[in-house]
């Protein structure tokens, strides 16, 4: 229906239509990120709903350098991680020295596990923990990167990064567990 050149110049000029058909292609792979990096789903819904509000209200400073969807992702990611600063010192996450050592088991317990199952796990982490594990693993920031974004230490970042893993770890054996009954 239409380019991506006219659908960006049609949601500049806020032509409703446009900014319907670019929504909706867009949205979907956005609420998967929403949804990674959000407590809950209604969270997920305010980074979304934030989010699309700044890329419509940002979409003409676009320079078509890069994709179109990779722009609007790192937009909801800047949300998300917005979001996550506002309400951090409404956070009762255990301080990382105060969390139990676990150990780290290497396994294959990933292989049987579905994205729906594995994304209940990941929500499931500690906000400092789930933030660090989406933007160092699955949005590929470098740890200076996030100890930038995040406003924490390097060392913060990978000391939650490991964390995160090792209670992802612990969570799978439980999941192992109990199918084994």
Same mark, same amino acid.
């Given at each position: 229906?239409?380019?991506?050149?006219?659908?960006?110049?049609?949601?500049?000029?806020?032509?409703?239509?446009?900014?319907?058909?670019?929504?909706?292609?867009?949205?979907?792979?956005?609420?998967?990120?929403?949804?990674?990096?959000?407590?809950?789903?209604? &969270? =997920?819904?305010?980074?979304?709903?934030?989010?699309?509000?700044?890329?419509?209200?940002?979409?003409?400073?676009?320079?078509?350098? $890069?994709?179109?969807? $990779?722009?609007?992702?790192?937009?909801?990611?800047?949300?998300?991680?917005?979001?996550?600063?506002?309400?951090?010192?409404?956070?009762?996450?255990? &301080?990382?020295?105060?969390?139990?050592?676990?150990? @780290?088991?290497?396994?294959?317990?990933?292989? @049987?596990?579905? =994205?729906?199952?594995?994304?209940?796990?990941?929500?499931?982490?500690? =906000?400092?923990?789930?933030?660090?594990? @989406?933007?160092?693993?699955?949005?590929?920031?470098?740890?200076?990167?996030?100890?930038?974004?995040?406003?924490?230490?390097?060392?913060?970042?990978?000391?939650?990064?490991?964390?995160?893993?090792?209670?992802?770890?612990?969570?799978?054996?439980?999941?192992?567990?109990?199918?084994?009954?």
């Amino acid at each position: 229906m239409f380019s991506e050149e006219e659908l960006i110049q049609g949601c500049i000029e806020q032509n409703a239509k446009a900014q319907e058909y670019f929504y909706k292609r867009y949205s979907p792979k956005m609420y998967g990120v929403c949804l990674r990096f959000a407590k809950n789903q209604m &969270e =997920a819904d305010d980074i979304m709903q934030e989010g699309f509000i700044k890329v419509f209200l940002n979409l003409k400073s676009f320079r078509n350098e $890069g994709s179109l969807e $990779g722009w609007i992702r790192r937009t909801i990611v800047n949300t998300a991680i917005n979001l996550y600063k506002k309400n951090i010192k409404y956070q009762k996450d255990i &301080e990382i020295d105060q969390a139990e050592g676990i150990q @780290n088991h290497e396994s294959g317990a990933f292989d @049987n596990l579905c =994205a729906e199952e594995l994304l209940k796990l990941i929500t499931e982490l500690p =906000a400092g923990y789930r933030m660090v594990f @989406n933007l160092n693993i699955i949005e590929g920031y470098t740890h200076k990167e996030i100890s930038q974004l995040l406003d924490i230490s390097e060392n913060t970042s990978k000391s939650q990064l490991s964390r995160a893993r090792q209670t992802l770890q612990r969570k799978l054996e439980e999941l192992k567990n109990k199918e084994k009954f």
